[in-house]
């Protein structure tokens, strides 16, 4: 193991510390775990979490892409979640969710390439919708800050799971393992909203 992974896993293991001493009350950390969690619990936040990295690395070779969109994908999902738990009430956001998922695998399938401002746009309307879920289906007893706190790590893991797979397909000239995870996204998405 590398320097640099010794130092990522020794500051993760410092994060998580402070945790495993509030162990036996729970009510602190309840709505960090269930924020984390949320993300993983339905295919839909998964798939377009992955699609948005796949399509963020996929935009061009320079990482600017690659940073600004996940980075603009994270601000639209808090953005949503704020406004819901505001009072917010936006009709057809299950609708939109399958609507991101549908969208996210065609765009994947067809290889779309966009301007740097096109791919925020797309990204951040994707993620207000998973966000408007994040924050109507916040549980009553946590911390909203601890419960985005905790979607916003597992989201940015995700995010970052999708710019790898993505890159590393390039590396290996597998531009078509892209297009295959776009139509099984969009698949998926099509099943969902059946």
Do not use: C, W
């Not at 990482?63 to 009709?91: D, H, K, N, Y």
């Amino acid at each position: 193991m590398n320097k640099r992974n010794q130092l990522r896993l020794l500051t993760l293991g410092g994060a998580l510390a402070p945790l495993s001493a509030m162990a036996h009350t729970g009510h602190e950390v309840a709505g960090f775990f269930q924020g984390m969690v949320h993300p993983l619990s339905g295919a839909d936040h998964l798939l377009v979490m992955l699609a948005v990295g796949l399509m963020a690395a996929g935009q061009s070779r320079i990482s600017r892409e690659s940073v600004a969109i996940p980075a603009a994908f994270l601000l639209a999902m808090v953005t949503g979640t704020l406004l819901a738990l505001a009072g917010l009430a936006v009709p057809f956001v299950e609708q939109g969710i399958v609507l991101s998922v549908i969208t996210a695998g065609v765009l994947l399938a067809l290889a779309v390439r966009f301007s740097l401002v096109a791919g925020i746009a797309v990204a951040s309307g994707f993620a207000l919708f998973h966000g408007l879920a994040h924050g109507a289906e916040l549980p009553l007893a946590v911390s909203p800050v601890a419960y985005i706190a905790g979607f916003l790590i597992t989201t940015s893991a995700l995010l970052v799971v999708g710019t790898r797979l993505s890159q590393l397909a390039d590396s290996y000239s597998m531009g078509l393992v892209s297009r295959i995870a776009g139509v099984t996204v969009a698949g998926i998405g099509i099943l969902a909203a059946l």
